[in-house]
């Protein structure tokens, strides 16, 4: 019954309070004397009843004394509980990575950098190197060199690796060595250095690096891709100075990248914009640096991006309307929303018309660096079928590859089967596409053939007719699956002139012959 309900509640309630009850019995008997003296039920339920609201009186009574006399009273406990749910359940949702406003500049909340950035293309010629009838672009030594003398509080480098000072005292390599004195002249001024790099190997010894950190010039992390991924490297070369000017493209920190081999970048000045955006893949590479470090599942909020091929950023680039955004590889160095670098190369050759003008030092739809043979390397069709593709649908499509004496001797069986497809392709809107391959060699001297990794064509961008893509990967497989690199893509009628006058330049040049 109700009344019986009643009774075991009240009972349950008085005994788990501690309170103390007359028994005369067990629990069992339910038997308790009355004040009346009678073994009543009825009249143990009314006391009982009389003694918790007593009870009750005598609480209520002390618990208001207690509050006059309390910095937080006990009813404010309840309500500061519900304010915490309500805080948690209407602020929490901004912490959660599928909510973009929690840790949005400006710039990402509008998607426009307000900024006026300068950008240009810097490039190295080496040694004995010349172009008749073209306006030279800046040396990459005349920008590291301001770059480095204008630096007031902070340089940070992304660097495969260390080699600005030469050993040898060969004649060019003075460049090298200024630009290794320069690093030194900001960090006594007070400029707070930091270096992310591929770990030391018998290749790359990083020796420069490890003189700047020993005495106390810059901070310096190593990247072990081996642990990370199996194989791979940190390919990846920009400068985030200030974090306003940057200095991205295809030179190491070698002498020479300087006057011994043919590179080429961007360098964009006053631009916070696009150096808050490559300063989230530095970050995620310092990251990486600490020993014992494995990759995420999931990257921090901070370093998602809102800017890709989809959504570039609006931008104002020599004084003219602009879109950038940034992409990255490997895949999983992406925090959510950053374009993964192979993507962004399809991505652009996809949005081409009229012409894909493609300049890189090595091309293999295929890895060749997975593990110890052949055996665990993989064909890579990714860039190749977006080549194809582009030919078959009416678009021009021409490869300046690099020759040296280190080329894949693989590269020439697939870039001939890109040009037997020129006969198979259709006609349409009284148009048809077509491949070319051409490559490009520099010339050497009996001294200079001794210099080591030197005398290439290094480059690694593509022009089409509406965007100029610069990046850091040379367009193998292993550079997009284990290998860390950038790249930047300008929708800029200013760069997509600039950037194809050089590709023209170099493709109609003495240094280029048909395959």
Not at 20 to 31: A, E, K, R
């Amino acid at each position: 019954s109700q009344r019986s309900a009643l009774s075991f509640y009240l009972l349950y309630s008085a005994v788990s309070d501690d309170r103390p009850l007359s028994m005369t019995s067990s629990f069992g008997s339910m038997c308790w004397p009355t004040q009346d003296g009678r073994a009543d039920m009825t009249n143990f339920e009314m006391d009982l009843f009389d003694t918790r609201m007593n009870s009750y009186t005598i609480e209520k009574e002390e618990s208001e004394q207690c509050c006059r006399h309390s910095i937080i009273r006990p009813a404010c406990v309840p309500i500061t509980i519900i304010s915490l749910f309500i805080v948690m359940v209407v602020f929490f949702p901004l912490f959660n990575d599928e909510t973009i406003d929690a840790a949005l500049t400006r710039y990402e909340r509008s998607g426009i950098c307000s900024e006026s950035c300068r950008v240009q293309i810097v490039e190295s010629l080496p040694t004995n190197i010349s172009f008749a009838n073209f306006t030279d672009n800046p040396s990459t030594y005349e920008v590291w060199r301001r770059l480095l003398s204008e630096a007031k509080n902070t340089i940070d480098v992304a660097a495969l690796y260390w080699n600005l000072r030469d050993t040898t005292g060969y004649p060019t390599s003075w460049q090298g060595n200024d630009t290794f004195r320069g690093f030194i002249s900001a960090a006594k001024r007070n400029v707070k250095i930091r270096i992310a790099q591929n770990i030391a190997s018998h290749q790359f010894a990083q020796i420069d690096s490890a003189y700047l950190a020993s005495h106390g010039y810059a901070k310096v992390r190593n990247l072990n891709f081996t642990k990370l991924f199996g194989s791979g490297v940190l390919h990846t070369k920009f400068w985030i100075v200030d974090s306003r000017h940057i200095y991205i493209g295809s030179a190491n920190m070698d002498w020479k990248s300087l006057t011994e081999v043919k590179e080429l970048g961007y360098v964009f000045w006053n631009c916070s914009c696009l150096a808050s955006e490559l300063s989230k893949i530095f970050i995620t590479y310092w990251k990486m640096g600490v020993d014992g470090a494995k990759v995420p599942a999931k990257w921090p909020l901070s370093l998602r991006t809102i800017f890709n091929f989809s959504n570039p950023l609006h931008i104002s680039l020599n004084d003219q309307r602009a879109f950038v955004f940034v992409s990255s590889s490997p895949r999983s160095f992406n925090a959510k929303g950053r374009e993964e670098d192979g993507d962004a190369i399809v991505a652009t050759m996809e949005d081409a018309r009229r012409f894909i003008h493609i300049a890189v030092m090595d091309y293999l739809p295929s890895t060749i660096c997975m593990g110890n043979n052949d055996n665990n390397n993989t064909y890579w069709s990714k860039l190749d079928d977006a080549i194809r593709s582009a030919a078959y649908r009416g678009v021009n499509v021409r490869m300046l590859i690099s020759q040296w004496k280190h080329s894949k001797r693989q590269m020439k069986p697939f870039l001939r089967s890109l040009l037997d497809i020129n006969e198979a392709l259709p006609t349409r809107h009284n148009s048809t596409g077509s491949i070319q391959v051409k490559f490009f060699a520099i010339p050497s001297n009996e001294q200079q053939k001794e210099i080591s990794f030197a005398r290439v064509n290094h480059n690694k961008y593509m022009v089409t007719d509406r965007i100029a893509y610069v990046g850091t990967s040379n367009w193998v497989g292993d550079y997009f699956l284990t290998t860390a690199g950038v790249g930047v893509a300008l929708i800029s009628p200013e760069l997509v002139n600039s950037l194809n006058a050089v590709f023209l330049r170099d493709w109609n040049s003495q240094y280029a012959h048909d395959f």
